[in-house]
């Protein structure tokens, strides 16, 4: 099984303080399996918890409760020093390609990092026959590296970042958002490196996104997650075509459709209301405070993901 | 003619092609800082004043020490009878002295005296052959000539020897003014310095271990800020004696205080930022990532927080000075130069009114250069 | 139709250390009674400096150099201060991104909307103007208004606050409301109730909304009309039929094949405008869209093109549109 998976993630629970004895529920027994070579995209709307599960999966936070276990390895517990080799196999994307690079580096000695912090170069001129077939894989030129990044547009220094990520060949990329900050002519862009990348050397991403038809386009399985907890989760075509949650129909339904005359049509699907407080979150499932299926029931027991027919998985008392 | 509907040839290079002109950090920071007037100002000060101090020994033939006690409190301007041969100045000194000027504005020496005329309250002194006399019955005094003619003070004339005049020992002012000024600016940067090197390992490991290591050390910064400056540095220097090396350690164990709090601050805000966290998922070091990521991000604040920190070194190290608990004589700094001149303020305000000035042209100069930088390094005025 | 709003040859630069950044170039467009404008642009275009131009509202580094602003038979460039200040919240209003930002934490929500309509009715009675702040806040969907009126702006979520800008917004019933971005930080979710919200008040009011966003789904589900914007020009406007069924600049082509569609064939892979948008400090010569034009010709890089009409309301800037241009297999619009 483990040879299979590159990442399986059991249970996974983070709960952060918030100031006294308060507790944030980020992430509330998530589990799930991201096969080798596949893609799983993860959406939600924002403090649904998508972002703190991938941030305690590349164990940038530590565990609260839960297992996740990376290539056959249980990283759960391991120390940082640990973990440092194992770091070369799985690799981040973030979001805010302006956060997200150091500007008082250049993109070489930016894209050359990993490959010295593992020892693989070690001085920084060595590196850059490495850094300069990447460069030009990402789409920029050799006369780029010697520039700083923030002489760079947005989708130029997310290509950058992305680079960053891949130099090392890991098995298991975590996207974190990669294109919700670019503009709509570079999102394709960075979404066919992704792709291409995956084709050529089989790894494996994490995709993490609130844009929903980028996920269903680019991701083979779909997690829907909804205040810390995961609600649906199958094959993405499945989930877009034939949607059980209450909550992913009414995320599905609320997609902006780029087409007039659909749009025109489009009946009010959204949902109503807004998202509880993660500090306190719902008793039961934690959608029933918006859900217009709600049963009593549904305010007091946890749903248990079930699976819903040909490995659909649904966490709601409807099924 | 070329047909303009031929397909445009475009490269990637064209496409991904960057305007911004390739400028580091460090050069974007500068272009934006020389456009400020004033931190420029501050800035040709700072290096002028540098000049003055270190290069300045060299061309002045006085030391700070050498006392000439014929020449005493002569100030930069003087006020002059004729000679009555005429070929040169007298100048009465505080002490009812006569100084020789001579026609250039160079000083002679003393006038001989001959006699005292105690009764009369006249001095007589020898002018080149010719007795002149000095009557200090009343104020202004007067002088006169052998034929018991007045002579008036005719014209004013700059002192050509000492060309900011002379202290109440005959010492060059401008040479202990260089000297002054060296061992002020010195103080200031070895005590920055030292805060420097401690505020930025203490603030560094304060802000990057956070959590409890985090609590105790900024409690233990709390607890050095309330203890009164002053208080503190003259204790340092009674324990330590008096002396230069003293007020560089007082200053310097006490100032890393906000240097401290400023870097964790930094490192604080700047270890959350996204570039640190990839640094961590990437697998660097603390230590790479300490010295690549953070300080090199927070050196902007810590730069700023430095050359406001400089003019209040030296403001303290004056003011020190200027109590007497600073340098001992016969060096010369500022504050001591200050101090010194307290004795005759009223008839020389000039030993004052020079270091004062060069003090406040200091901290002036510092202030706008800070400033300056501040507005430069500031990311939010970049555009 | 009759247009509340005309912008003429509208020239807005930035004063920076690095030159002059020439954020707008010259756009013109007028927007009619009860309609509702998109324009679209990613960031750089000059959307959003646009609509700050016409409220005054630039930063002082910024400069207006050319062009006329008409609203009410007046040149919103040459009225006073004073004047531009009644005008704003008044007869125009806006809206921006980041709602936190816009709204002052140490005042309660309900009094800086109340404060809005006082500000420019200082007549009116207190009781009075509560009472409508109360309506407001329920006909944007405040639920329990009188418990959210002395509510914080921190107490609120974003959606929520977006919620009370847009009624602060709308308090005096102005005759154009400007949105820049006001979806963009929020969710799917709460994105479509604001949406559907903005439609309703646009046709229970008649004010005419001027949307600014980079999403051409947003446009699909709200606009009349819209307005492709580059490099600070204006690339193509069109209905919003239009728009998306006949494109006519390779632009706005771009834009709506680089999305993938909630129904897009996985295996077909996307079709990325190549580059990186100009940058304004050196704006090209030529059509600013050339370099990264699939179809662009010599002449796109040395000239700009002028408007060319395709139909009624829908014109575009292209060469490839002119009557002369070759109908070859390199161009998409003559095949």
């Known amino acids: 099984m483990s040879d299979q998976n590159i990442l399986e993630v059991r249970d996974l629970t983070k709960h952060f303080k918030a100031g006294g004895k308060q507790v944030v529920h980020a992430v509330d027994g998530v589990s799930f399996t991201l096969a080798r070579g596949k893609t799983l995209g993860l959406v939600g709307e924002s403090g649904c918890g998508k972002s703190s599960c991938a941030r305690t999966i590349i164990r940038m936070y530590d565990v609260t409760a839960g297992q996740v276990i990376l290539d056959g390895t249980d ?68 006369e780029h590296a010697n520039r700083y990044a923030h002489e760079f547009s947005g989708g130029q220094r997310q290509r950058v970042g992305i680079a960053r990520a891949l130099i090392l060949q890991p098995e298991l990329v975590i ?85 007039p005359k659909l749009a025109r049509q489009k009946e009010k699907s959204g949902i109503e209301g807004d998202i509880p407080s993660p500090i ?40 | 003619m070329e047909n303009r509907w031929e397909m445009l040839e475009s490269s990637n290079e064209d496409r991904e092609k960057l305007w911004k002109k390739n400028r580091t950090f460090a050069g974007d920071v500068w272009f934006r800082f020389r456009h400020k007037p004033t931190a420029i100002a501050g800035f040709v000060i700072i290096v002028l004043l540098l000049l003055f101090a270190l290069a300045g020994p060299y061309f002045t033939k006085y030391s700070y020490s ?24 007298m100048y009465i000194t505080q002490s009812l002295k006569v100084v020789w000027v001579n026609k250039d504005g160079t000083l002679g020496g003393q006038l001989k005296k001959v006699r005292e005329e ?85 603030g560094g490991i304060s802000g990057y271990a956070g959590g409890t290591v985090d609590t105790i050390m900024m409690r233990i910064v709390d607890i050095i800020s309330t203890i009164p400056l002053t208080l503190y540095v003259i204790l340092i ?147 | 139709m009759e247009p509340i709003l005309q912008i003429e040859n509208l020239k807005t630069s930035f004063m920076t250390s690095n030159g002059e950044v020439q954020a707008v170039r010259g756009v013109s467009f007028s927007i009619g009674k009860g309609e509702i404008l998109g324009i679209v642009g990613e960031s750089g275009s000059g959307k959003s400096v646009t609509s700050m131009s016409i409220l005054r509202l630039l930063a002082d580094t910024a400069v207006i150099k050319e062009g006329t602003i008409t609203f009410e038979g007046k040149n919103l460039i040459d009225v ?33 909307v109340a404060e809005m309509i006082l500000e420019h009715h200082p007549d009116r009675k207190k009781e009075d103007v509560k009472k409508e702040v109360l309506e407001l806040f329920s006909r944007v969907r405040i639920p329990e208004p009188e418990k959210r009126y002395k509510c914080f702006p921190h107490e609120f979520s974003g959606g929520m606050r977006q919620r009370v800008m847009i009624a602060m917004a709308l308090a005096n019933k102005p005759d154009l409301l400007i949105a820049d971005e006001p979806t963009t930080a929020l969710d799917v979710t709460i994105q479509d109730q604001i949406l559907h919200q903005l439609r309703e008040l646009e046709k229970e009011y008649g004010t005419s909304i001027i949307f600014i966003t980079h999403d051409l789904g947003v446009v699909a589900e709200l606009c009349d009309r819209v307005i492709v914007m580059y490099g600070g020009l204006v690339m193509e406007e069109a209905s919003i039929d239009d728009i998306f069924e006949k494109p006519g600049h390779p632009y706005t082509m771009g834009l709506l094949v680089s999305i993938p569609d909630i ?47 395709l139909g009624e309301g829908h014109r575009t800037r292209c060469f490839l549109q002119y009557p002369d241009a070759p109908a070859d297999e390199h161009n998409p619009f003559r095949r």
Request: charged share 20%; hydrophobic share 40%; proline share 7%.
């Open chain 1, 280 to 319: 306190h979150p719902p008793q039961g499932c934690r959608f029933h405070t918006r859900c217009p299926f709600a049963k009593p029931e549904c305010g007091e027991v946890k749903p248990q993901m079930k699976d819903a027919g040909g490995g659909h998985m649904v966490a709601c008392h409807l099924y």
């Open chain 1, 175 to 259: 996207c974190d958002e990669p294109i919700s900050a670019l503009d709509v002519s570079i999102q394709a862009q960075v979404i066919n490196l992704l792709k291409d990348f995956q084709e050529e050397k089989g790894l494996s991403y994490l995709f993490i996104a609130h844009d929903l038809s980028m996920v269903r386009y680019v991701s083979d399985e779909v997690g829907v997650m909804y205040l810390g907890h995961l609600v649906e989760i199958c094959e993405s075509n499945e989930i877009y075509d034939n949607p059980l949650h209450p909550y992913t129909k009414g995320l599905l339904g609320s997609i902006p459709i780029a087409n």
């Open chain 3, 80 to 112: 006073s201060k004073k004047e531009m200040r009644g005008i704003r919240g008044e007869k125009i209003s806006m809206i921006f991104q980041d709602p936190m930002s816009s709204l002052n934490p140490l005042i309660p929500v309900g009094n800086q």
């Open chain 3, 263 to 309: 129904k897009q064939d996985k295996s077909v892979r996307l079709m990325p405008i190549p580059g990186s948008p100009p940058d304004m400090t050196n704006p090209p010569e030529g059509c600013p869209f050339a370099p990264r034009c699939p179809y662009a010709r010599k002449i796109c890089a040395r000239e700009l093109p002028e408007f060319i009409e």
């Open chain 2, 118 to 202: 105690s009764e009369s309250s006249m001095t007589i002194f020898d002018c080149n052959g010719t007795e002149v006399a000095l009557y200090y019955g009343v104020k202004p005094y007067m002088m006169a000539d052998p034929e018991t003619r007045v002579l008036y003070p005719t014209r004013h004339v700059f002192n050509k020897s000492y060309t900011l005049g002379t202290d109440s020992l005959g010492r060059d002012i401008l040479t202990r003014l260089m000297y002054g000024t060296r061992v002020s600016l010195m103080v200031a940067f070895v005590a920055v310095l030292v805060n420097l090197v401690i505020g930025i390992i203490f």
């Open chain 2, 66 to 89: 050498a006392q000439n006690l014929e020449l005493v409190n002569i100030p930069p301007r003087m006020k002059v009878y004729e000679a009555p041969d005429g070929t040169g100045y």
């Open chain 1, 75 to 142: 990283i759960t517990n391991m120390k940082q020093k640990e973990l440092k080799p194992l770091r070369k196999k799985m690799q981040m994307i973030f979001q805010d390609p302006y956060a997200s690079l150091n500007a008082r580096m250049t993109v070489r000695d930016i894209i050359a990092e990993p490959l010295i912090a593992h020892g693989i170069v070690k001085k920084k001129e060595a590196a850059n026959e490495l850094v300069y077939p990447m460069l030009e894989w990402v789409g920029l030129t050799k």
């Open chain 2, 237 to 383: 220097m009674v324990v330590l004696g008096t002396g230069l090396k003293s007020i560089i350690v007082a200053l310097g164990t006490v100032y890393w205080v906000d240097m401290a709090r400023v870097v964790r601050g930094q490192v604080l805000s700047l270890r959350e930022q996204e570039f640190v966290l990839a640094a961590k998922t990437i697998g660097s070091s603390t230590k790479s990532i300490l010295v690549q990521h953070l300080i090199p991000n927070a050196m902007g604040s810590i730069l700023v927080t430095v050359t406001m920190l400089i003019p209040s070194a030296i403001f303290m190290e004056a003011f020190l000075g200027f109590l007497g608990i600073g340098l001992q004589p016969p060096l010369a700094s500022l504050g001591t130069m200050c101090n010194d001149a307290t004795e005759n303020l009223r008839s020389c305000p000039y030993q004052l009114f020079i270091p004062a000035l060069v003090i406040c042209l200091i901290m002036f100069a510092f202030n706008f250069v800070g400033d300056g930088l501040r507005d430069a390094l500031d990311p939010k005025l970049k555009k």
